[in-house]
C-alpha cells in the first residue's frame, strides 16, 4: 500500500494579476507526518515564480468543509455549494484560492482511508524521532 497520496485539483486563484482562470495545484498527503497535508503551486501561478508549498493541518481541510477555521497563515471555509475558500497569509501577501469541495472530500476520503482521523498517533515513531534528534545532538 502506498504512504504518499497526491491529487490535482483545480484551484481558481482569486484576485490576480494576471488574471489566472484557474490553476493546476496539487494537495499531498504522505502518513509518514499523519497530521499534515500540503497543497504545491506551480511556479507560473506565484509572484515569485517558483514552485510554492504550503503545509497545514488535515483537521483544517477537513473542519473547514463545514465552516470558518483557522486563524493563522492558513484558513479554510466554505463558499457556495460546491466550493471551499483557501487564504494563504504571508508577508508578502495573502493569496485566497477556490476549490471544488467534492475535489476536498474525495483527497480527504483517501487520506483517511490510509490513515484514518484520529488514528494518526498510531503512524509515529516517537522512539525513532526521539534518537534522530539525541543522534543531530551530538
Same mark, same amino acid.
Given at each position: 500500500?502506498?504512504? +504518499?497520496?497526491? #491529487?490535482? =485539483?483545480? @484551484?481558481? &486563484? +482569486?484576485?490576480?494579476?494576471?488574471?489566472?482562470?484557474?490553476? *493546476?495545484?496539487?494537495?499531498?498527503?504522505?502518513?509518514?507526518? *499523519?497530521?499534515? %497535508?500540503?497543497?504545491?503551486? /506551480?511556479?507560473?501561478?506565484? $509572484?515569485?515564480?517558483?514552485? +510554492?508549498?504550503?503545509?497545514?493541518?488535515?483537521?483544517? !481541510?477537513?473542519?473547514? $468543509?463545514?465552516? @470558518?477555521?483557522?486563524?493563522?497563515? =492558513?484558513? %479554510?471555509? /466554505?463558499?457556495?455549494?460546491?466550493?471551499?475558500? $483557501?487564504?494563504?497569509?504571508? /508577508?508578502?501577501?495573502?493569496? %485566497? =484560492?477556490? =476549490?471544488?469541495?467534492?475535489?476536498?472530500?474525495?483527497? $480527504?476520503?483517501?487520506?483517511?482511508?490510509? +490513515?484514518?482521523?484520529? &488514528?494518526?498517533? !498510531? #503512524? &509515529?515513531?516517537?522512539?525513532?524521532?526521539? @534518537?534522530?534528534?539525541?543522534?543531530? @545532538?551530538?
Amino acid at each position: 500500500m502506498s504512504i +504518499v497520496i497526491e #491529487q490535482p =485539483v483545480e @484551484a481558481r &486563484l +482569486v484576485a490576480a494579476a494576471p488574471r489566472m482562470p484557474s490553476i *493546476p495545484a496539487t494537495l499531498h498527503y504522505d502518513r509518514r507526518d *499523519p497530521f499534515a %497535508v500540503r497543497m504545491t503551486f /506551480p511556479a507560473p501561478a506565484t $509572484l515569485e515564480g517558483v514552485e +510554492v508549498c504550503w503545509t497545514f493541518a488535515r483537521d483544517l !481541510l477537513a473542519a473547514g $468543509l463545514h465552516g @470558518a477555521e483557522g486563524h493563522g497563515d =492558513v484558513r %479554510v471555509r /466554505p463558499y457556495g455549494f460546491d466550493r471551499t475558500v $483557501l487564504e494563504f497569509h504571508a /508577508p508578502e501577501g495573502t493569496a %485566497v =484560492v477556490h =476549490v471544488h469541495s467534492s475535489e476536498v472530500r474525495r483527497f $480527504l476520503a483517501a487520506t483517511g482511508e490510509l +490513515v484514518p482521523a484520529g &488514528l494518526e498517533h !498510531l #503512524q &509515529l515513531d516517537l522512539d525513532h524521532d526521539l @534518537a534522530e534528534l539525541m543522534r543531530d @545532538a551530538y
